[in-house]
């Protein structure tokens, strides 16, 4: 194949063509404390009840390979990116290489599981003219996660580690300023909007917040609460202006996010259930990143962010990305556990409050990390993040704090992590790295309450609801055979 270029350094001519193509990708493997793969610190769910039943490590092995397709035209580079492969982590279903039957983690008879594949998929777009139509990352992001830690965003969000469907378009006004404006499928990482009155598990507050916390929790713990959000059908709107010169880059973005949901699940005098349902409310997201380049070494960089979020929650908190899940923190600690749902409103039709409408929760957040080659094959990060979520909700206030004791805001919480990052480079494509970071849950929802579940299998146990902590960390071993 005759060498390409134009493109940079990898490329090579498609034999009989003017099309250019670089081939690539990446092997990783990992063990995880206390964590899930690619570093998910274990706030919640049963491995973070830290009894005997669940898991304290986790191993993850990831094969992607990656293509770049380009080629000139009279709009300029037409690019096809791709980034796909394969992983295997632990607890996963049976694959093609395991097959087999699955014993679920309570036991019992094994079942066969109903998806053998664990393919992965983290870009798949094109750009021709100033535009990116596929997979990629947000135009909200800015803040580089993997430059500083190999944990997966929990406290701020960058959509640019799993990548989301965008179609956006770029206009570049020179000097390293580009204006973008973009449409984002925001499904990936929607969080809920709670009816009040809308079905739940048997003995929840009104459906909200998973099983009712006075005085005993289902068996297993807090849940994912019921939603009424609406079907996708607005997308998420985002536009940016960004900045890259010599001394680093800034970026300012906002998004949109329309909140519309189903029907109310009560009946009140002239709104009725399954019949009337709140109007659509915008929800909105702003941002602010600025990164330097220091002087102390090459590759030496400080960079901060800050979020704030009315009504998309999804561009503050990153709790899971899954659709529809609130759950955020179940985290346990001896005789203690710390509790947070992130949803994007609420709504309720009673007599204690009439047709609300969709009220808007709040959150923002800030993070920070430094970064500094001690030697051009080592270098070191240190990082942390604050994040503080309201339900800004008066239907949450009278229906769930007021009519259990709490005060108004009792669903409300806070958390801030710490940690730093190490990676040595023996030689130029082998990443290796230890990263440790310690998460805590500063305030808790329902602080106070005494609750009692039975986790993992094990005996009833009492829990005061207040502040928790975890230490999590991970070694990882990566080689990037791209050019």
Known sequence: MKVCSLYGQG?????????????????????????????????????????RGGDQLTTRSRAVLTGDVREQTAYGTLRAYFAGGWQYTTND??????????????????????????????????????????????????????????????????????????????QQLGNGLVASIAVEDNTFFAHPIRDLQQAGPAGTIGGLFGPTFFPILAAGGPTNGTFDNAGFQVPDIVGSLRVDQAWGGAQLAVALHDNRTRYYQATTPGV????AHAGDKWGWAGMAGLELNLPTAKGDTFAVQTQYCVGTSEHCI???????????????????IGLGWTDDGFESNTAATR?????????????????HYWVPDVRTSLYGAYVNWKANSSAVDTLVCHANGFASGCADWAAWQIGSRTIWNPTRNLDIGVDVVYTDLSK????????TFSPSGAAPNTFTVASTHVWSGIVRAQYNFYP
Do not use: M
């Open 11 to 51: 490329f090579y001519y498609i034999p009989g063509t003017e099309t250019c193509i670089k081939l690539g990708g990446f092997l990783r493997v990992e063990w995880d404390a206390n964590a899930g793969g690619s570093f998910t610190p274990f706030l919640n769910g049963a491995n973070a009840q830290f009894f």
């Open 272 to 275: 009725l259930a399954g019949v």
């Open 355 to 371: 047709a609300t409408g969709i009220q808007l929760a709040t959150a923002w957040d800030v993070v920070a990390a430094i970064q």
């Open 93 to 170: 279903s049976p694959t093609l290489s395991l097959p087999g039957n699955a014993v679920g983690a309570g036991g019992g008879a094994a079942v066969t599981s109903p998806n053998n594949s664990n393919a992965y998929l983290l870009r798949a777009f094109v750009q021709w003219g100033g535009f990116t139509l596929g997979k990629t990352a947000s135009f909200f992001d800015f803040f580089s996660t993997s430059k500083y830690t190999h944990q997966t965003n929990f406290l701020w969000q960058e959509f640019g580690g799993v990548g989301i469907n965008t179609w956006g378009y770029t």
């Open 318 to 336: 990153n709790n899971a990305g899954v659709r529809q899940q609130d759950l955020t923190f179940s985290l346990v600690n001896t005789s203690r």
């Open 444 to 451: 808790s929802a329902f602080n106070g309450a005494v609750v």
